[in-house]
Nanobody
């Protein structure tokens, strides 16, 4: 089974930056789409960014456009999320996920998930 492990979370002041990483392990796997999702306590899980693994076309939720960048290093089987100009409302558990079919920012479309990494942004 494909395993996804996130890292890079932490605490940062508003306006700061973090880079999240998602390392894929297990059997060699080529998903059609990779994505980052986040979930704050008591809130629904929401899509943050997605990337087509073949052509690298990306999509972002409006609230992070211009601040976050999703990217991948296929040679290292690693997905990244560069987060700049962080805001308190970005505080959440961030999850890496992979989809074989869709590239919509809907959690139910993604079959493979990491364990999450916490991002906390203070004002």
């Amino acid at each position: 089974q494909v395993q996804l492990v996130e890292s890079g979370g932490g605490s940062v002041q508003a306006g700061g930056s973090l880079r999240l990483s998602c390392a894929a392990s297990g059997y060699t796997y080529s998903a059609r789409c990779m994505g980052w999702f986040r979930q704050a306590p008591g809130k629904e899980r929401e899509g943050v960014a997605t990337i087509y693994t073949s052509g690298a076309a990306t999509s972002y939720v409006d609230s992070v456009k211009g601040r976050f960048t999703i990217s991948q290093d296929n040679a290292k089987n690693t997905l990244y999320l560069q987060m700049n100009s962080l805001k308190p409302e970005d505080t959440a558990m961030y999850y890496c996920a992979a989809s074989d079919l869709w590239c919509r920012m809907r959690p139910d479309d993604f079959a493979y998930w990491g364990q999450g990494t916490q991002v906390t942004v203070s004002s």
